[in-house]
């Protein structure tokens, strides 16, 4: 189960801690992705995992 949005196709991205001392240490940022309810151009609901940004910028129809 991939954290990734299926609009957007946002999902993980990696890089570095990078400390006082400069060492780097590897890490990763999650986006921030919920499971709601969407309907589809057919008109049926189903659950979709979604960005946030996406949700914002009605991108999906939200299903009530």
């Given amino acids: 189960m991939s ?3 299926e609009i957007c196709g946002k999902g ?3 890089g570095n ?3 006082h001392s400069n060492r780097h ?3 990763k ?5 919920q499971t709601i309810r ?4 057919n008109g049926r ?3 979709a995992k979604v960005c946030t940004k996406c949700i914002r910028s009605n991108k ?4 009530i």
């Fill in 38 to 41: 969407i309907v589809e151009d």
């Fill in 17 to 19: 801690n990078v400390s």
């Fill in 60 to 63: 999906v129809n939200r299903a």
């Fill in 25 to 27: 240490t590897r890490r």
């Fill in 12 to 14: 993980q991205v990696s």
């Fill in 29 to 33: 940022w999650n986006a921030n992705i």
């Fill in 45 to 47: 609901v189903r659950k």
């Fill in 3 to 5: 954290r990734k949005c």
